[in-house]
């Protein structure tokens, strides 16, 4: 299944460059968006259109049935839940350590979002904390495959098949990854991905798609995305209402809340372009990710800690993020951070705050009034589910460590000045 990019894993980093146009437009992007522009956008559910095409090209491309485009990583998510039948006294769990996405869109279901903590060594959502974490009210989990890797999905399942929760994949940040020989969006019920512009690949700065093998939950998916409409399949076209029913005055067009959650032909036509060189694009990533880890080799560099990578597992490294050693390395995060651009570091990024800690979650503030927010359900016996410090206190610790190195760089010049930037930083601090 992943044989095309295995092979590319193989070749130097110069080889797969090569295969890259410069910047991020190649010219099969540009012919299916002029295909579009030429067809005057009216092949929305012509299964031969670019939507059709685009869907069943990603799906293919890992193993599954059916794929939803969607206009954004984060409303996948949302579409994905009303789907499940998550809504009000409902809580879904979620990692800390992740985009605001993941936790926010529970909240846009009218259910509670919660918070389980992370594994020291992957960074990813643990299943030890997952289990206590599950309620009688718990009906699904979002699990993240943060920054590329995916977290212990053999623990996460065991946990879905025992309690009947529906498992959400949030794969924004990881494109052809690999969990124990498996696709990185095979594994859940659904998976989402996001194509916003700094993502592995995108349809034009924004975008998401949602990918599953079971057809009834495509159905609803797209319904979900689609504004309700009760025509709608599990694949672009599925359904035939002839002309004459479809025009009478009397035909029911919608039968389930849904969101507008379409994404345009022209984004399309660039997704499909980006797809075709999807594992160059994958590959140039981890390319980038052994050349900055080749330096903490070779520098003897044993205060930047880079996450476990369990056997099994391919990251894809979204970005490549180590934890930050701040006694053994003797700076803080912020000198570390300035010594680092002023030796040529195009920025370091840190860590999200951890999500519940974010002032939205810790005010409560989804509504006008915090009263409002799905924390105060009468389920909860005149208790709030309320999001404090220490809630989940591994997340808390580590977040604040965290350097977030770039992988997007777009030709090996640029490569290669980061990796020189990180070996002279740590050389500079190693002499101080
Ligand atoms: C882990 C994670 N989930 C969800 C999202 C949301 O995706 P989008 O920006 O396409 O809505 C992102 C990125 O932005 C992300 O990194």
């Given at each position: 299944m992943n044989d095309a990019l295995h092979s590319m894993l193989v070749k130097s980093p110069k080889e797969v460059f090569a295969q890259l146009p410069t910047g991020r437009v190649g010219e099969a992007d540009r012919n299916y968006i002029n295909e579009v522009l030429d067809a005057g956008f009216?092949?929305?559910?012509?299964?031969?259109g670019i939507f059709g095409r685009m869907e069943t090209a990603f799906a293919e491309r890992f193993g599954v049935g059916f794929a939803v485009l969607h206009n954004s990583g984060t409303g996948t998510m949302q579409s994905c839940l009303l789907a499940a039948g998550v809504g009000p006294g409902d809580e879904v769990i979620v990692p800390p350590?992740?985009?605001?996405a993941t936790a926010v869109v529970v909240v846009q279901c009218g259910a509670v979002p919660v918070f389980a903590d992370i594994d020291p060594d992957t960074f990813n959502i643990d299943p030890a904390d997952v289990a206590r974490k599950i309620t009688s009210y718990t009906k699904a989990i979002i699990p993240v495959s943060l920054y590329g890797l995916a977290p212990d999905y053999d623990g996460l399942m065991a946990l879905a098949a025992e309690h009947d929760l529906t498992v959400i994949e949030d794969n924004a940040e990881c494109f052809l990854g690999e969990y124990k020989g498996r696709m990185v969006g095979a594994i859940g019920h659904a998976a989402s991905f996001s194509f916003q512009a700094s993502k592995h690949m995108t349809s034009a700065g924004d975008g998401g798609v949602v990918i599953t093998d079971d057809a009834e939950y495509a159905k609803n998916i797209r319904k979900r995305a689609t504004l309700?409409?009760?025509?709608?399949?599990?694949?672009?076209?599925?359904v035939f209402v002839p002309r004459d029913v479809r025009q009478d005055i009397d035909f029911e067009r919608h039968d389930v809340m849904g969101y507008n959650f379409r994404m345009s032909a022209a984004q399309a036509a660039l997704a499909l372009g980006q797809l075709e060189r999807l594992d160059a694009l994958v590959a140039a990533r981890i390319h980038i990710a052994r050349m900055y880890q080749q330096v903490l080799d070779e520098e003897q560099c044993d205060w930047l800690i880079p996450p476990v990578v369990p056997d099994g597992c391919l990251h894809t490294y979204w970005t490549w993020v180590c934890k930050l050693d701040e006694e053994r390395a003797g700076v803080d995060w912020r000198t570390f951070r300035k010594a680092f651009i002023a030796n040529g570091g195009d920025g370091l990024y840190s860590a999200w705050r951890p999500v519940h800690l974010e002032p939205v979650f810790r005010n409560l503030a989804f509504y006008a009034r915090p009263e409002q927010a799905p924390n105060h359900d009468p389920r909860y016996g005149g208790s709030v589910k309320s999001y404090e410090p220490g809630d989940c206190p591994t997340c808390e610790a580590l977040q604040p460590r965290l350097c977030q190195f770039k992988t997007s760089m777009q030709s090996l010049d640029a490569v290669e000045s980061q990796v020189n930037a990180l070996r002279a930083t740590i050389r500079e601090i190693n002499r101080s």
């Open positions: 009216r092949n929305t559910t012509d299964p031969a350590l992740t985009a605001v309700g409409y009760a025509t709608l399949g599990a694949k672009p076209g599925d």
